[in-house]
T-cell receptor, first 111, second 115 residues
Framework: KNEVEQSPQNLTAQEGEFITINCSYS?????LHWLQQHPGGGIVSLFM???GKKKHGRLIATINIQEKHSSLHITASHPRDSAVYIC?????????????FGEGTQLTVNP | NAGVTQTPKFRILKIGQSMTLQCAQD?????MYWYRQDPGMGLKLIYY???????DKGEVPNGYNVSRSTTEDFPLRLELAAPSQTSVYFC??????????????FGEGSRLTVL
């Protein structure tokens, strides 16, 4: 099983701060997923990346395949960014169609 | 497009009852998944399917069954409900991309309480 670890587990920031959430995985993968779970429970896909960097608005995701590490950055954070952020990697050791999820990072952005 | 539709959104069951959680997607995705999420915890894979007629167990399959007779539908059956099955259930789908799943699309979740 591909072990996926996220840090930190909890993060509290003031509005406007730059946020970084980290994700490490144990087995080489083709692509890593970043998801966002809203306070109401809904889950949406933010990014899927296999190399380099992707940007969507104030969110930036980077990945280093050699180091098996990815980061999610939020610039100019806002209270509406408060959510749980989850990274997930394909479980190549069992079936590539399955994903292994990190435990999530609870982000709270205070006004 | 409706995306991934899950029903019901909420359900209360008595111990020993059975029910089926419905999941349908209209994106012609091959991969479909059922996850459960206990309070304050991460997603755990119950069952998944890589195409019609093909299903496989995930991490926590005990007490559940699935079928995939069509590409669109992936129902999850709970037999003999137990309090340990109280959870929020999410259905998700994707198309394959390279060696793994492509972008994931989630249903809104089904909150199940077993009393």
């Amino acid at each position: 099983k591909n072990e996926v670890e996220q840090s930190p587990q909890n993060l509290t920031a003031q509005e406007g701060e730059f946020i970084t959430i980290n994700c490490s995985y144990s087995v080489g993968i083709s692509a890593l997923h970043w998801l966002q779970q809203h306070p109401g429970g809904g889950i949406v896909s933010l990014f899927m990346l296999s190399s380099g960097k992707k940007k969507h608005g104030r969110l930036i995701a980077t990945i280093n395949i050699q180091e098996k590490h990815s980061s999610l950055h939020i610039t100019a954070s806002h209270p509406r960014d408060s959510a749980v952020y989850i990274c997930a990697a394909p479980d190549k050791l069992t079936s590539g169609s399955r994903l292994t999820f990190g435990e999530g990072t609870q982000l709270t952005v205070n006004p | 497009n409706a995306g991934v539709t899950q029903t019901p959104k909420f359900r209360i069951l008595k111990i020993g009852q059975s029910m089926t959680l419905q999941c349908a997607q209209d994106m012609n995705h091959n991969y479909m998944y059922w996850y459960r999420q206990d309070p304050g915890m991460g997603l755990k894979l119950i069952y998944y399917s890589v195409g019609a007629g093909i299903t496989d167990k995930g991490e926590v399959p005990n007490g559940y069954n699935v079928s995939r007779s069509t590409t669109e539908d992936f129902p999850l059956r709970l037999e003999l409900a137990a309090p340990s099955q109280t959870s929020v259930y999410f259905c998700a789908s994707s198309s394959p991309l390279g060696e793994g799943p492509g972008e994931l699309f989630f249903g809104e979740g089904s909150r199940l309480t077993v009393l």
